[in-house]
């Protein structure tokens, strides 16, 4: 959602601050996790990356890019630990092309390809945007080998 977009944004411009990706802990309708040892243990590992100067990801996944290529769309990652894992399906799903207009986006699912994530526009209109795990409870399914997810995001395509 907008929300947690602009809380990665305001994050990733700031080297002091870190965020602790829980979009695949909580409730549905319950903003507030009952799995609360999870939570404090990513909000500790950001910590440890933050305050403590440790050389870990600070959290699961980060988008670094989003570029539109003929046919598809090719997602790159920064801190990622191991490689990038996909649960329950072969392939990664909760992301969405968008057009530039409001109401415009389409689900559509990636492949994992080495460092990236390769999503094919399957030949409707070019996309402008692309989210993932967007909305107020997605189901999204990409994570990497420290088992911590890819957070939310909507990139404009480049």
């Not at 500790?44 to 570029?67: H, K, N």
């Not at 539109?68 to 894992?85: A, I, N, Q, T, Y």
């Not at 492949?111 to 945007?129: H, K, L, Q, S, Y």
């Not at 993932?132 to 395509?157: A, T």
């Amino acid at each position: 959602s907008d929300v947690r977009d602009a809380q990665r944004r305001a994050v990733a411009a700031d080297p002091h601050a870190a965020l602790a990706v829980t979009i695949d802990l909580g409730e549905k309708d319950d903003i507030h996790p009952i799995n609360k040892r999870d939570v404090g243990a990513r909000i500790a590992r950001a910590a440890r990356r933050v305050a403590y100067g440790e050389s870990i990801a600070p959290t699961g996944p980060a988008v670094g890019s989003a570029t539109l290529e003929p046919g598809r769309v090719v997602v790159s990652f920064r801190d990622v630990e191991g490689r990038r894992v996909t649960a329950s399906a072969s392939e990664a799903i909760g992301f969405e092309l968008c057009g530039a207009a409001p109401g415009t986006c389409r689900f559509a699912s990636g492949t994992v390809e080495a460092d990236r994530v390769v999503i094919p526009t399957n030949g409707g209109p070019p996309p402008a945007r692309l989210r993932f795990c967007w909305g107020g409870s997605p189901v999204c399914n990409l994570s990497d080998g420290s088992g911590l997810p890819v957070g939310p995001f909507e990139l404009d395509l480049r």
